[in-house]
């Protein structure tokens, strides 16, 4: 029996193809059952929301397997997108407001209804409960001086960054 290779660059093409020049958008579930879950589990030891969070993502996030993936499985919505971790850093959009207005270097799309869910729902959630504010609270001042600019937790002033906190995809 013979066997038909295909060329992997002709895979990875029609993959990329489906993303040209599309303008990247923000899918909010992850965040928003992520977010619910918190809602309910304060009473709880904070390793313990972690995980009955990531629970209540996997098992209500609509899950796209796409043609000619080889490692399949997205949990956004078809298309070009980034993903909202609020818990990290959430309220760096509550700070930094701009980033929900496209720029001409960096266009990017919020919906409406996007936009709703971050400002009602997510960073009222989230504001003063986030992984970077906790650390911050847990620094010394004179170190979070050192740590940050101008006292921003928002802001390093060194060159490592304590978590991988960006998060992106196709």
Not at 3 to 30: E, Y
Not at 104 to 128: K, T, Y
Not at 135 to 152: E, N, S
Request: hydrophobic letters at 40%.
């Amino acid at each position: 029996m013979k066997t038909v290779m295909t060329s992997p660059r002709a895979r990875t093409a029609r993959i990329l193809s489906r993303f040209a020049g599309q303008v990247p958008r923000l899918s909010v579930d992850r965040a928003r059952y992520f977010t619910r879950s918190f809602r309910t589990t304060e009473h709880l030891p904070l390793v313990v929301r972690w995980a009955k969070a990531l629970a209540h993502v996997m098992e209500n996030i609509d899950v796209r397997i796409l043609p000619d993936e080889l490692i399949v499985g997205r949990g956004g919505p078809e298309g070009r997108y980034g993903i909202l971790y609020p818990e990290l850093e959430g309220a760096y959009f509550a700070t930094a407001g701009s980033l929900l207005e496209s720029a001409e270097d960096m266009p990017h799309h919020f919906s409406e209804q996007d936009i709703a869910v971050i400002r009602d729902e997510l960073l009222p959630f989230w504001a003063g409960r986030t992984f970077r504010e906790s650390l911050a609270d847990a620094v010394p001042l004179h170190l979070r001086r050192l740590l940050c600019k101008d006292g921003d937790i928002y802001v390093p002033s060194f060159i490592i960054h304590e978590t991988a906190t960006v998060r992106h995809s196709l």
